[in-house]
């Protein structure tokens, strides 16, 4: 049963134009998502590039995902939406999109609905064929843009190999050239990895989530990369703001920074594990317009 994939991106990598916001991380933190949204523009009216990791760890997933998709399908052109680690099946049972859905469902039927839809979300875009979104970072595997267009992207998550590099790696100053990841998948690249890259492929830099940043955006390697982080107050604890990437149509950027949003949840819960999977207690019906959603969106995405 699939509904709306190749509407939700057409490609392995997605071509957007300017002007348009940048977001990184949102995880599952619905209310900050809408604080995004008052500091960013409204969509239609903004375009905006979503940087993956919609879901986990916070107490919305459900909400923060099923409203993008909304977006996506009345304003396709208007809202892109490419991969992060967390639209995995493996990772979502363990950080709590899988546990939330079945909290507020009763079932797994919602879970299994939006995992299938994460399979068709696009590996990176590319903006105005000069700025390189991405959820994580780069691969030994890749050294073409090209190379990342001819991914069967229709999948899980892999373990290994350059689908899973580009949503698991991170930049390092202290690496030179490539080193093992402490996260156990992808790998740390330093500078000298993105410079090659960005010249190889006439980009001007490469723009990024995946990493908490006090400060909600982070530059790198004489500005050849940058880190976007849109969870403020993350996990509802960190304390951290956060930072959409606002381009105007002539590239020129600026960095808008937020803070939390009041949360209607109340107070977080302690962990339930060591890395503080944060679960809603809520539970709900789900309704025909919810899941007849989502199986529109599988619906086009296969036939699109």
Known sequence: MHVLG??????????????????????????DMKELFKVGGDC???????????????????????????????????????????ESRQITQVYGFYDECLRKYGSVNVWRYCTDIFDYLSL???????????????????????????IDRKQEVPHDGAMCDLLWSDPEDIVDGWALSPRGAGFLFGGNVVDIFNHANNIDYICRAHQLVMEGFKWMFNNQIVTVWSAPNYCYRCGNVAAILKLDENLDK?????EAAPQETGNAPKDRNPEGLLLSENRHQITFYEIGLIQLYLFVIQYA
């Open 6 to 31: 190749n509407q939700i991106e057409k490609a392995s990598s997605a071509a957007t134009v300017t002007p348009i916001e940048i977001c990184g991380d949102i995880h599952g933190q619905f209310y």
């Open 44 to 86: 239609p009216k903004t375009n905006y590039l979503f940087l993956g990791d919609f879901v986990d760890r916070g107490f919305n997933s459900v909400e923060t995902f099923l409203l993008l998709l909304a977006l996506k399908v009345r304003y396709p052109d208007r809202i892109t939406l490419i991969r992060g680690n967390h």
């Open 124 to 150: 990176s875009a590319l903006i105005e064929n000069k700025i390189f979104g991405v959820h994580g970072g780069l691969s030994h595997n890749i050294s073409t843009l090209d190379q990342i267009r001819s």
């Open 254 to 258: 600026e960095f808008r920074v937020f």
